[in-house]
């Protein structure tokens, strides 16, 4: 697949296939069966000029998949199966709340693989168990020309034994559905190579909890609110490392199944999120993510924590599985696995 640009951006998208190659292909020649058998480079990039003055690249990886290094503002004639212009896994995962980042917390990534030129989509679903709870998220996103992210969740928080020492029932579940929208500003986190200024988004998240009643009774004020969020992330890649901090603005109890607001407050209070993820293979991350929360409702709150690992098979599909610990749900700490299957193009 060719993009065009025009020539000013070139040495900054050569800079960028080249170490992306040097970084990946040390972690690629462990596969081959025989390193003096004729092999297909892991990545080659070509420039060629046109007399319009325009420039034209392509890369090409070991595995006959054709990579983008740099978004073109021309239609690409990629097919939309063939799964966007993008490298593989810097659109992120999806995070519980339905954005693209990691499993806590959202990243100023666009998620999908659609470049400049082109629309993407996502759909996941989330599952993690601790001691004492359940919680299951589903959902999906679009994205417009690697700009903008338009993300819908639903999620269920199964009580288990509360609910039935509660009167509820073992199998009685809160539920929320979670409305985001995302929008880059300036940056570009894997372009940027020769720049220190990271890729900067802004977004929200409106969430609505179908069990008003139940959360007003733990002394919360609302069964619906809007968090707003600033996230700014930093891919080097001649580190094999991005960088993550998230700013975030929230009246929300444990993400909002316990509703929003407490008794004696209402008032935004301001939380840190940071992520930090290594590139073992152009496939594999492994990482970590660390997310504060607020006590609005006296219950002792805790903050949120994982380890997570993430692989992506095929470029349409990626699989993440994380040490949770989310602090403190009302019985006690919880702790227990995440996993997390997304499909996207």
Do not use: C
């Not at 992306?20 to 003096?36: E, G, I, K």
């Not at 659109?91 to 659609?114: F, H, R």
């Amino acid at each position: 697949m060719n993009i065009s640009m025009p020539i000013a951006q070139l040495t900054r998208s050569l800079l960028a296939a080249t170490t992306f190659a040097s970084l990946a292909a040390p972690a690629l020649a462990d596969d081959a069966p025989d390193a003096t058998a004729d092999a297909t480079p892991v990545m080659v990039v070509t420039a060629t000029e046109s007399a319009d003055s325009r420039v034209t690249v392509a890369a090409r990886d070991g595995e006959d998949d054709t990579i983008e290094i740099a978004d073109g503002d021309e239609g690409s004639g990629r097919s939309f199966l063939r799964g966007g212009g993008r490298l593989l896994l810097t659109g992120g995962v999806t995070q519980v709340e339905g954005a693209a980042g990691g499993g806590l917390a959202p990243w100023a990534l666009i998620g999908s693989y659609g470049s400049r030129d082109e629309f993407g989509a996502n759909a996941f679903f989330t599952g993690v168990n601790t001691q004492d709870f359940s919680l299951t998220s589903f959902g999906g996103m679009i994205t417009a020309k690697n700009r903008v992210e338009l993300s819908i969740a639903r999620q269920s928080f199964n009580l288990n034994a509360l609910g039935a020492a509660l009167g509820l029932g073992r199998e009685f579940s809160i539920r929320q559905t979670v409305v985001g929208a995302k929008v880059r500003l300036i940056g570009d986190a894997v372009l940027d190579q020769d720049s220190l200024l990271p890729q900067i988004s802004v977004g929200l998240q409106y969430k609505k909890n179908d069990e008003g009643a139940i959360v007003r009774s733990l002394g919360a004020q609302h069964d619906e609110g809007v968090d707003f969020y600033a996230s700014a992330t930093k891919i080097i890649l001649s580190q094999s490392l991005l960088l993550n901090g998230t700013a975030r603005l929230t009246k929300a109890n444990q993400f909002g199944i316990l509703g929003f607001g407490g008794p004696n407050d209402d008032s935004y209070k301001l939380q840190f999120e940071g992520s930090a993820a290594l590139l073992l293979t152009r496939k594999l991350a492994i990482g970590g993510e660390f997310r504060t929360k607020p006590d609005f409702l006296g219950l002792g709150e805790e903050d949120a924590l994982d380890l997570f690992v993430a692989y992506a098979p095929v470029r349409n599909a990626s699989l993440t599985l994380a040490y949770a610990d989310l602090g403190n749900i009302v019985v006690g700490s919880q702790r227990g696995v995440y996993a997390s299957l997304q499909i996207g193009f």
